[in-house]
């Protein structure tokens, strides 16, 4: 019989995977978009409409504007080329938690190595990204009320992935998975 809290985290783990995986589309959406958007054909319509208000525009001026709506394009296709890539990787991160979720749910040896894993490198994660934070905020902010609400944020992420962590590694836990025998209470 599968443990309740293997239950839970599969479900948290199914919400997680829906909401990068829409995430992966949405970011490989903006991405096609800024790729393929004629921007330079934008830019000359409004250079148009500039031109025909001011006719006695200066050559460099107009140059200038050339120059920066080229500029612009290739800004354009290279935020564009790293949504794309940044989208597929959160696509393939979304499918691979959808993955997890099943195997959690059928008490797969991998799943539990896996959620292991990528629980360990969640704490990782909002560790440094506390730190980080933290160092941000104090040399550049001086709102101690989102310092405190940041750092308070990254403690209770570190302790739900901790008590998961803790959780994952209950003989039970690990008997469902098959990684261990289960306990037997016998007394002498």
Do not use: C
């Not at 001026?61 to 500029?71: C, G, W």
């Not at 490198?121 to 989102?146: E, K, L, P, R, Y």
């Not at 403690?155 to 962590?165: F, K, T």
């Amino acid at each position: 019989m599968r443990p309740i809290g293997v239950t839970i985290i599969a479900i948290l783990t199914i919400i997680g995977g829906v909401i990068l995986t829409f995430g992966g589309i949405s970011l490989l959406a903006f991405g096609a978009f800024f790729t393929s958007v004629p921007i330079d054909v934008f830019i000359s319509e409004q250079m148009q409409q500039q031109q025909q208000l001011q006719q006695q525009q200066p050559e460099q001026h107009q140059q200038q504007e050339l120059q920066n709506a080229a500029e612009l394009q290739e800004l354009a296709r290279f935020l564009g080329g790293v949504g794309i890539v940044i989208g597929a990787i959160v696509f393939a991160v979304g499918i691979g938690y959808s993955v997890v979720s099943y195997g959690l749910l059928k008490g797969k040896g991998w799943a539990w190595i896996i959620t292991v894993i990528l629980t360990i490198i969640a704490i990782a994660v909002q560790i440094v990204s506390g730190v980080t934070a933290s160092m941000f905020n104090a040399s550049f902010i001086d709102d101690t009320n989102s310092f405190v609400t940041g750092i308070i944020a990254q403690i209770v992420g570190i302790a739900i992935n901790g008590v998961i962590l803790y959780y994952l590694y209950r003989p039970n836990v690990k008997a469902f998975f098959g990684r261990s025998l289960p306990s037997t209470n016998i007394q002498r």
